[in-house]
Each structure stands twice: as structure tokens, then as C-alpha cells.
T-cell receptor, first 109, second 115 residues
Framework: KNEVEQSPQNLTAQEGEFITINCSYS?????LHWLQQHPGGGIVSLFM???GKKKHGRLIATINIQEKHSSLHITASHPRDSAVYIC???????????FGTGTSLTVIP | EPEVTQTPSHQVTQMGQEVILRCVPI?????FYWYRQILGQKVEFLVS????????KSEIFDDQFSVERPDGSNFTLKIRSTKLEDSAMYFC?????????????FGPGTRLTVL
């Protein structure tokens, strides 16, 4: 059973394209994270959301609590954006963290 | 910029041996976490720690695992008798406040290989 589902699993884009990665979850949550995992394995937290929308540079994250859905958008994509993007949620009850399997993004120059 | 550090970066051990993975969280953070990622699989939550005790743990975190904050800076994960399936990347993270209300900062990870 996957509490967090991401789509697509793999994504290849041309430099400059607008990218959207989707995340759906099945549990009640207190927060949702978008993480970036670099090819070397390191993980960086991009956003933490509990409602609405956040923007940081070329990255935008949105969440719809009613629909249990979040999206990560990358505007004007660049090869350095190539990484695995992971959606993770903290359940509101049971104090558990659930991770998606990640979306592997490759941006071609 | 403050960061979470982990040592060693790579640990190789024989099955049945005990290993201790070390983490130094960001100094003013109060909540600490361990996650693991088996090669090719998704990240999994192991445990969270606050005020010198475990606050949450997953089903994975069974009796062979333990965590400790032995001094004011280190946060350790001990695996008592390693199994082949413990081979994974282990990530430590810390946050200033309770998860759900604050972001976590991740360490670079320790790759554990059990032979």
C-alpha cells in the first residue's frame, strides 16, 4: 500500500521547459515536503507546505488539502535541475512519515 | 551556513556485527530523525527523537535499532546485529521545531554495506 503516489516516475525535458511533478496522498497530513535528491544521494528540502502555495526562485509548490494533491513546478528548467524529486508527508495521526518513490527528472541542454 | 554532518560516509561491516552511525545535527535544532533508503527504493522513516527520548518510530525500527544523544552534539543510530537487508543509505535530519511546522535539514548520508 502506497500512502504517497508520485507521477510521472521519469521525466525528460528540454532546457527551458516548464515542468510539473504531481503528488497524491491518501492519509490526513499535518505537512507535505518536497525534497530534491541529487545523483550523489544527498537530500535537500525544497518546500514544506500545509496549505496554499510557496515559491522559491524558479520553483513553485502548491497543495490542495481537500483533494489530497500537491504539485511541484519548475519554470525555465535547467540541466542543473536534473535530480530525483521526492514528495513526503507527515500523517496527522500516528506520527508517521511517508515518502513517494520519487520522480527522476533529466533536463537536456 | 550550518549543516547536518554524518560520519562515516561509507561503512562496511560483516553480518552480525554492531555498527554505530553518527550524526551532528544543526546546533540549535531540537528534533532529530533517522531515515534509510535501500538502493533503488524509496526513503523510509525510522525514528524521531526529542528531549532525549524517542517521539515516533516506524515498524522498521525494531529491537535491533537504538538511538542515543550521548553528548550535546552527536546523535547516533546503533544497529546491534546487522543483517544483509540493513544495507542502505542512512540519512540523519534535524529541525528546529516539531515536524509539521518546520522544515528538516538532511545530512549527506552514510552508506552501510553489510557483507
Amino acid at each position: 500500500k502506497n500512502e504517497v503516489e508520485q507521477s510521472p516516475q521519469n521525466l525528460t525535458a528540454q532546457e527551458g521547459e516548464f515542468i510539473t511533478i504531481n503528488c497524491s496522498y491518501s492519509v490526513g497530513i499535518s505537512a507535505l515536503h518536497w525534497l530534491q535528491q541529487h545523483p550523489g544521494g544527498g537530500i535537500v528540502s525544497l518546500f514544506m507546505l500545509s496549505s496554499g502555495k510557496k515559491k522559491h526562485g524558479r520553483l513553485i509548490a502548491t497543495i490542495n488539502i481537500q483533494e489530497k494533491h500537491s504539485s511541484l513546478h519548475i519554470t525555465a528548467s535547467h540541466p542543473r535541475d536534473s535530480a530525483v524529486y521526492i514528495c513526503a508527508v507527515r500523517s496527522r495521526t500516528g506520527n508517521q512519515f511517508y515518502f513517494g518513490t520519487g520522480t527522476s527528472l533529466t533536463v537536456i541542454p | 551556513e550550518p549543516e547536518v554532518t554524518q560520519t562515516p560516509s561509507h561503512q562496511v561491516t560483516q553480518m552480525g556485527q554492531e555498527v554505530i552511525l553518527r550524526c551532528v545535527p544543526i546546533s540549535n535544532h531540537l528534533y532529530f530523525y533517522w531515515y534509510r533508503q535501500i538502493l533503488g527504493q524509496k526513503v523510509e522513516f525510522l525514528v524521531s527523537f526529542y528531549n532525549n527520548e524517542i517521539s515516533e518510530k516506524s515498524e522498521i525500527f525494531d529491537d535491533q535499532f537504538s538511538v542515543e544523544r550521548p553528548d550535546g552534539s552527536n546523535f547516533t543510530l546503533k544497529i546491534r546485529s546487522t543483517k544483509l537487508e540493513d544495507s542502505a543509505m542512512y540519512f540523519c535530519a534535524s529541525s528546529e521545531k516539531r515536524e509539521g511546522y518546520n522544515e528538516q535539514f538532511f545530512g549527506p548520508g552514510t552508506r552501510l554495506t553489510v557483507l
